[in-house]
């Protein structure tokens, strides 16, 4: 059992909390992340990234969004409550070293498992800049921390509600094509932008790391559930990577794996919205059977 130590809500479907975790809060390295179960042993097991840590107070913070009914449970949690099982820390670390020039792209809640990777390259001696992306001011999160390690930090929504109006593929190609351009990049956040910042980074010839983020069950290598196709071999997510060369990703095969149980998935969190007393979801999204 994990006690949650503190609670805050970032957006209105974004939560950051602080976890006891004193093991994995000493042990975990950039890039790496979780697999948290909130409720009973046989409840659902969702893979989240550890967004910072505190090895003397022996906590952890994770950032996550109300994406499906585990999530909504998660975020009614208050502090003082307990997880059932938090398994950690999982996956390679990021590959860090000093690359020179280091562009961080991160996207609505990606921005969060960025985070220790902007700290890990700045100590690293690199000239860090990063971009993040939300489709409007709300769902900005992070800018404060990224500030103090950034030497660039770029904003953008997709709205214009805040920061630059634009994705965030346009500031990463002014930056690829300048000169000199950057000696490394690195991509957070849904499929799509991912695929977006890989084709234009591959414009340049810029070598960029994205953070998968499939379906995963048991994130020991043994359930198959998160394979991807990277440079024609399957590997997977939760032991090969979650980082791999962006460049090689089979965007697409993802993507459409990414989707298999989308059915159950939208009846599942209506569900849930009834459950706890939500305004239920629209019902063309949540077909209940
Ligand atoms: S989550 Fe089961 S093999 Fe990766």
């Known amino acids: 059992?994990?006690?949650?130590?503190?609670?805050?809500?970032?957006?209105?479907?974004?939560?950051?909390?602080?976890?006891?975790?004193?093991?994995?809060?000493?042990?975990r390295k950039?890039?790496?992340f979780l697999i948290v179960q909130i409720d009973t042993n046989w409840g659902e097991r969702i893979p989240l990234t550890i967004a910072d840590a505190d090895s003397t107070a022996g906590t952890i913070t994770i950032v996550f969004q109300t994406v499906g009914a585990s999530t909504h449970r998660l975020a009614l949690k208050?502090?003082?409550?307990?997880?059932?099982?938090?398994?950690?820390?999982?996956?390679?670390?990021?590959?860090?070293?000093?690359?020179?020039?280091?562009?961080c792209v991160g996207g609505g809640i990606g921005v969060a498992p960025l985070f220790p990777i902007v700290q890990a390259?700045?100590?690293?001696?690199?000239n860090v800049k990063v971009i993040i992306g939300a489709r409007t001011r709300e769902l900005v999160i992070f800018e404060d921390r990224m500030r103090r390690y950034a030497d660039e930090l770029i904003v953008?929504?997709?709205?214009?509600?805040?920061?630059?109006?634009?994705?965030?593929t346009e500031p990463l190609k002014e930056l690829c094509s300048g000169d000199p351009k950057p000696d490394m990049s690195v991509a957070i956040g849904p499929p799509i932008m991912m695929k977006f910042c890989e084709k234009t980074t591959a414009e340049f010839d810029v070598p960029i790391?994205?953070?998968?983020?499939?379906?995963?069950?048991?994130?020991?290598?043994?359930?198959?559930?998160?394979?991807?196709?990277?440079?024609?071999?399957?590997?997977?997510?939760?032991v090969d990577g979650p980082e791999f060369d962006g460049h090689k990703v089979d965007f697409e095969n993802m993507m459409i794996r990414m989707?298999?149980?989308?059915?159950?998935e939208d009846a599942e969190h209506h569900k849930c919205h009834i459950e706890l007393g939500l305004p239920p979801l629209a019902v063309s999204a949540a077909p209940v059977k």
């Open 1 to 27: 059992m994990n006690k949650i130590t503190a609670k805050k809500q970032l957006s209105a479907d974004v939560y950051e909390m602080v976890l006891e975790a004193p093991f994995i809060a000493r042990a």
């Open 30 to 32: 950039a890039g790496q």
């Open 78 to 103: 208050e502090p003082g409550d307990q997880v059932e099982n938090i398994l950690g820390p999982l996956g390679n670390p990021t590959h860090i070293e000093k690359f020179g020039t280091a562009v």
């Open 121 to 126: 390259m700045k100590a690293a001696g690199n």
């Open 156 to 168: 953008v929504t997709d709205d214009g509600s805040y920061g630059k109006k634009a994705l965030v």
């Open 209 to 238: 790391m994205v953070s998968l983020n499939t379906i995963m069950i048991d994130g020991t290598g043994m359930c198959g559930c998160c394979r991807v196709t990277v440079g024609g071999e399957t590997r997977f997510v939760c």
């Open 259 to 264: 989707r298999s149980y989308k059915d159950r």
